[in-house]
Protein backbone atom coordinates (compact mmCIF):
# COMPACT_ATOMS: atom_id res chain seq x y z
CA UNK A 1 0.00 0.00 0.00
CA UNK A 2 1.61 3.42 -1.01
CA UNK A 3 2.64 5.40 2.04
CA UNK A 4 1.36 9.67 0.58
CA UNK A 5 4.08 12.32 2.11
CA UNK A 6 3.59 15.58 1.75
CA UNK A 7 7.25 17.37 0.71
CA UNK A 8 6.70 21.16 1.95
CA UNK A 9 10.07 22.70 -0.26
CA UNK A 10 9.92 26.10 -2.27
CA UNK A 11 12.92 24.98 -4.34
CA UNK A 12 11.34 23.77 -7.24
CA UNK A 13 14.45 21.89 -8.72
CA UNK A 14 15.49 20.75 -4.87
CA UNK A 15 11.87 18.82 -4.99
CA UNK A 16 12.06 17.62 -7.96
CA UNK A 17 15.26 15.73 -7.77
CA UNK A 18 15.11 14.45 -4.08
CA UNK A 19 11.26 12.74 -4.87
CA UNK A 20 12.96 11.13 -8.61
CA UNK A 21 15.46 10.38 -6.14
CA UNK A 22 13.85 8.63 -3.27
CA UNK A 23 11.84 6.96 -5.64
CA UNK A 24 14.11 5.12 -7.09
CA UNK A 25 16.06 4.11 -4.09
CA UNK A 26 12.65 2.88 -2.67
CA UNK A 27 12.41 0.05 -4.61
CA UNK A 28 7.97 -0.33 -4.48
CA UNK A 29 8.64 -3.82 -2.23
CA UNK A 30 10.59 -1.33 0.12
CA UNK A 31 8.40 1.01 0.94
CA UNK A 32 6.01 2.07 -1.74
CA UNK A 33 5.58 5.88 -1.87
CA UNK A 34 3.60 9.17 -3.64
CA UNK A 35 5.02 12.39 -2.76
CA UNK A 36 2.09 15.34 -2.54
CA UNK A 37 4.02 18.40 -2.75
CA UNK A 38 3.83 22.12 -1.36
CA UNK A 39 5.97 24.65 -2.26
CA UNK A 40 4.78 27.25 0.96
CA UNK A 41 2.82 26.81 4.12
CA UNK A 42 -0.44 28.03 2.46
CA UNK A 43 -0.33 25.25 0.31
CA UNK A 44 1.04 22.98 3.28
CA UNK A 45 -2.10 23.49 4.70
CA UNK A 46 -4.23 23.28 1.88
CA UNK A 47 -2.37 19.74 1.13
CA UNK A 48 -3.14 18.61 4.90
CA UNK A 49 -6.86 19.87 5.32
CA UNK A 50 -7.48 17.19 1.74
CA UNK A 51 -6.04 14.53 4.22
CA UNK A 52 -4.75 10.88 3.43
CA UNK A 53 -1.35 11.85 4.43
CA UNK A 54 0.93 9.25 6.45
CA UNK A 55 3.89 11.17 7.25
CA UNK A 56 5.67 15.12 6.28
CA UNK A 57 8.91 16.66 5.38
CA UNK A 58 8.85 20.13 5.88
CA UNK A 59 11.44 22.66 5.17
CA UNK A 60 12.84 25.16 7.83
CA UNK A 61 12.80 27.54 5.57
CA UNK A 62 9.41 28.63 3.54
CA UNK A 63 8.63 31.72 1.75
CA UNK A 64 5.43 32.04 3.42
CA UNK A 65 6.85 31.53 7.47
CA UNK A 66 8.78 28.54 9.65
CA UNK A 67 8.44 25.00 8.89
CA UNK A 68 8.63 24.82 12.57
CA UNK A 69 5.64 26.70 13.02
CA UNK A 70 3.92 24.43 10.62
CA UNK A 71 5.28 21.09 12.79
CA UNK A 72 3.52 22.43 15.46
CA UNK A 73 0.59 23.29 13.84
CA UNK A 74 0.22 19.80 12.48
CA UNK A 75 0.42 18.55 16.00
CA UNK A 76 -2.32 20.64 17.50
CA UNK A 77 -4.55 18.80 14.62
CA UNK A 78 -4.30 15.81 12.64
CA UNK A 79 -0.52 14.44 13.88
CA UNK A 80 1.02 12.81 11.20
CA UNK A 81 4.93 11.79 11.38
CA UNK A 82 7.44 14.74 10.14
CA UNK A 83 10.99 15.18 9.82
CA UNK A 84 11.98 18.64 9.33
CA UNK A 85 14.21 19.67 6.24
CA UNK A 86 17.15 21.59 6.42
CA UNK A 87 20.30 22.85 4.39
CA UNK A 88 22.34 23.25 7.48
CA UNK A 89 21.53 20.72 10.03
CA UNK A 90 22.96 21.68 13.81
CA UNK A 91 21.72 20.16 17.33
CA UNK A 92 19.79 23.34 17.95
CA UNK A 93 17.98 23.19 14.26
CA UNK A 94 17.01 19.32 15.45
CA UNK A 95 16.10 19.96 18.98
CA UNK A 96 13.85 23.08 18.10
CA UNK A 97 12.34 20.37 15.60
CA UNK A 98 11.94 17.56 18.35
CA UNK A 99 10.54 20.34 20.24
CA UNK A 100 7.75 21.13 18.14
CA UNK A 101 6.52 17.88 17.52
CA UNK A 102 8.94 16.29 14.82
CA UNK A 103 10.50 12.88 14.77
CA UNK A 104 13.69 14.60 13.95
CA UNK A 105 15.55 16.58 11.33
CA UNK A 106 17.31 15.56 8.16
CA UNK A 107 20.11 17.60 6.22
CA UNK A 108 19.40 17.91 2.81
CA UNK A 109 23.22 17.01 1.78
CA UNK A 110 22.52 13.28 3.61
CA UNK A 111 23.35 10.58 1.42
CA UNK A 112 20.62 8.60 -0.17
CA UNK A 113 20.57 5.05 1.87
CA UNK A 114 20.55 7.25 5.01
CA UNK A 115 17.83 9.60 3.68
CA UNK A 116 15.63 6.25 2.80
CA UNK A 117 16.26 4.85 6.13
CA UNK A 118 15.20 7.94 7.43
CA UNK A 119 11.62 7.46 5.52
CA UNK A 120 10.96 4.29 6.21
CA UNK A 121 11.19 5.31 9.91
CA UNK A 122 9.38 7.81 9.75
CA UNK A 123 6.39 6.02 7.85
CA UNK A 124 6.73 3.10 10.16
CA UNK A 125 6.33 5.33 13.58
CA UNK A 126 2.86 6.56 13.08
CA UNK A 127 1.70 10.06 14.99
CA UNK A 128 3.90 11.36 17.36
CA UNK A 129 3.02 10.77 21.38
CA UNK A 130 2.02 13.97 23.59
Known amino acids: MEKRILLVEDDAQFREVFTSALKLALAPEQLDVGFVEADSLAEARARL ?9 IDVTLPDGNGLDFVREINDG ?3 PTLVLTAALDHSV ?3 AVEAGAQGALSKVVSMPETVEAIKRLTDAGPPEG
Open 49 to 57: REGGLDAAL
Open 78 to 80: TVI
Open 94 to 96: AAR
